[in-house]
T-cell receptor
Framework: DTEVTQTPKHLVMGMTNKKSLKCEQH?????MYWYKQKAKKPPELMFV???????INESVPSRFSPECPNSSLLNLHLHALQPEDSALYLC???????????????FGPGTRLTVL | SQQGEEDPQALSIQEGENATMNCSYK?????LQWYRQNSGRGLVHLIL?????REKHSGRLRVTLDTSKKSSSLLITASRAADTASYFC??????????FGQGTELSVKP
């Protein structure tokens, strides 16, 4: 199974809502990532988990809260978002953290988030 | 910055033609990767070329790497409409982060 799944595919939320994005992989990967991608731009790294511990936080606002309940699951909790947070949110996983710079990252299909 | 810079930003060709995309970077690398993204979808890893390799093939894809010029190219031969997508080069920086180039938007017309 070389698949990373993400739910939901689409999400529309108001600025006062609380919602969560979910990501799952069963490839035995120990590194998992959240990226944010705006239209016609490359993905931008938000968070990295390695062995279920937060390894990198790219100075993301606290209204985004990641969680890694176990080695297969990654959540992104959303609260009090702004319209400019509307984007495609991508989850990815790799065998390990890319310190050696050789690990391929496998991406999920993304969640298209719209904040009204 | 270690980020790859790609050109062209957009490329439109007819089915059956070849498509070439280029990526330039500024620092030393261990390897360079290419990813494809269909519209509004996740990225798919295409190929990884190591710094000691000059050329690598995968099906209709050919990737070259010139470390002296700090550049790489992705060639798609005999393109198909299904190749329509955005293509990104990507490099790991020293902090272990995968940094993507700005991408080339390829349109293959039937």
């Amino acid at each position: 199974d070389t698949e990373v799944t993400q739910t939901p595919k689409h999400l529309v939320m108001g600025m006062t809502n609380k919602k969560s994005l979910k990501c799952e992989q069963h490839m035995g990967h120990r590194a998992m990532y959240w990226y944010k991608q705006k239209a016609k731009k490359p993905p931008e790294l938000m968070f990295v988990y390695s062995y279920e511990k937060l390894s990198i936080n790219e100075s993301v606002p606290s209204r985004f809260s990641p969680e890694c309940p176990n080695s297969s699951l990654l959540n992104l909790h959303l609260h009090a978002l702004q319209p400019e947070d509307s984007a495609l949110y991508l989850c990815a996983s790799s065998l390990s953290l890319g310190q050696g710079g050789t690990d391929t990252q496998y991406f999920g299909p993304g969640t298209r988030l719209t904040v009204l | 910055s270690q980020q790859g810079e790609e050109d062209p930003q957009a490329l439109s060709i007819q089915e059956g033609e070849n498509a070439t995309m280029n990526c330039s970077y500024k620092t030393s690398i261990n390897n360079l990767q290419w990813y494809r993204q269909n519209s509004g979808r996740g990225l798919v890893h295409l190929i990884l070329i190591r710094s000691n390799e000059r050329e690598k093939h995968s099906g209709r894809l050919r990737v070259t790497l010139d470390t002296s010029k700090k550049s790489s190219s992705l060639l798609i031969t005999a393109s198909r409409a299904a190749d329509t997508a955005s293509y990104f080069c990507a490099l790991y920086n020293q902090g272990g982060k995968l940094i993507f180039g700005q991408g080339t938007e390829l349109s293959v017309k039937p």
